[in-house]
DNA sequence: CAGTATCCTATCCGATACTG
DNA sequence: CAGTATCGGATAGGATACTG
């Protein structure tokens, strides 16, 4: 019978229980990352199907780690929470994500380059504050990749709101960004940086916006946390 | 194709890739409490068959986490040690373990005794510190269960040598502890304490190590953690 | 002591399509 | 949007016995 428990009494087998079946780890990162809709999360772990999606988030509902709930007045949607239990789950990613960025070989991460993943990320790490203090377009454009997912555009508005756009949203482009995907996740994850690589990065437009790009880039938040394999 | 990796370069994912395979975690915290040798390592994880242990620690040499050494003059004797990206797991298996201890309920963990297991964690935690200063026998008996698993003892060597039997080595006995194995486990774990459980707890011998068994008893390393469950 | 060898199956999971 | 339904198949891993 595969998948009993490991009959420990011990906490960290107990929590190894919950915590460490196939995807939930990523799950949690999300989670916590501040995703809360079922289609959001989709976003965050897309390889992972929406059964099992659906299973793992009543697993963790099960093990109070998150509440489900109906949004106040918008029948059918939803928001997965975390509980208290949740939130102290904290420390747990941050723990296997400072490993992971400290000593797997990078890459073996960059084997798994996903744009939209990668801008998804952007888009929630990005900092607003460098930018000019009006609406700010950027487009990024990946030439190597399928139409389909080769442009990218990222709104700023004032003071903090950051929406991710994959049709022309319409609006003057401030700076047009054009490299190569690799590259962008490598800087991204604090492996290299965007002066180190701007012979692989085409910026045109705003020269202050370009400028200051390794600012506005909110790079991963394992990004300050450098490789130690030797 | 069941498990394939998450495709996602991000740290988390990478890690949870290696970290989160069935026993991994269980195995790494027998490693981080200082088991080296094979059959060290599967008294700690009684459960896990030799074939998938062995596999296990494959697979954590090919990450770079263990290293198998033939010991020096002894031929056919193996140690597997933590490299130091191994060493650096503590901070993430203490991670779970605390989270384990704050939230997992108690009722869930007492569901797993194990008199074996209990015993080698008390063996390894154990503080001769304030026992009499000579050798000193401690015999620990569980009536409920079958004659195999009764009956221990600890013999404690100063300075600071504890050795486990589940055979009689002989001495004279300092003091004879009866109990059940549940009560035992949850002072063990700080769920709760000798002197709260001294109705369930039948102590025979000398005085001082009968009053002292609280601090002698090296509680588990997660035992400060305050349960938090609601 | 330190593992292999073998066998077998429960179950997890991926893929895809579909629904209120 | 927020999931379910269904299906098949791979495989992880449990049980047990055995070996140098």
Redesign the interface.
Known sequence: MP?A????????????E?????????LL?ELIAGSTRFNDLRRG???MSPTLLSQRLKDLEAA?IVRRYEIPRKKGLYEYRLT??GE??R??????????????ESQ???K???PS??MW?MRRNLNPQPLPNRRTVIQLMYPELPVSKRTWWLLVDPPGSVDLCWDDPGFDIDLFVTTDLRTM?AIW?GLTSVEKESSKIDLVGDKAVARSMQQWLGL?P?AAEAK??P
Chains 1, 2 share one sequence.
């Not at 428990?5 to 190894?16: I, N, R, S």
């Not at 919950?18 to 990523?26: D, F, K, P, S, Y």
């Not at 420390?91 to 490993?99: N, T």
């Open positions: 998948h428990g490991f009959k420990q009494f011990c906490p960290v087998a107990m929590a190894a919950i915590l460490c079946t196939r995807w939930t780890m990523v990162r772990v897309p390889k109070g208290p239990a102290d789950l420390p747990v990613v941050e723990a296997v994500g400072i490993w992971g960025q400290r000593w797997v073996l991460s960059l798994n380059l996903d993943l990668l990320d996740t994850m991963s394992f130690r394999v």
